[in-house]
């Protein structure tokens, strides 16, 4: 594997490059895999798109925990 393509929804990108990135790069140098994101924008009520919000900040939160734990990140 060499390229790396990730589509995710815009509220979600940037916990899934904080996956990818701390995953793929880990000690492998930041060229090792070629990784490109791609964002969809999917129509959401304003409800939704607070609910989305809210629930991304925890899982972020809860992400850097266990990637520092796992030693991921530093």
Excluded at 30 to 55: C, Q
């Amino acid at each position: 594997i060499g390229d790396v393509t990730v589509i995710t929804s815009d509220f979600h990108m940037d916990r899934a490059k904080k996956i990818f990135d701390s995953i793929f790069r880990k000690g492998r140098g930041k060229d090792f895999y070629k990784l490109e994101y791609m964002e969809d924008h999917p129509e959401l009520s304003e409800r939704e798109k607070m609910n989305e919000a809210s629930v991304e900040s925890q899982m972020m939160a809860k992400l850097v925990a266990r990637l520092q734990r796992d030693g991921f990140l530093e």
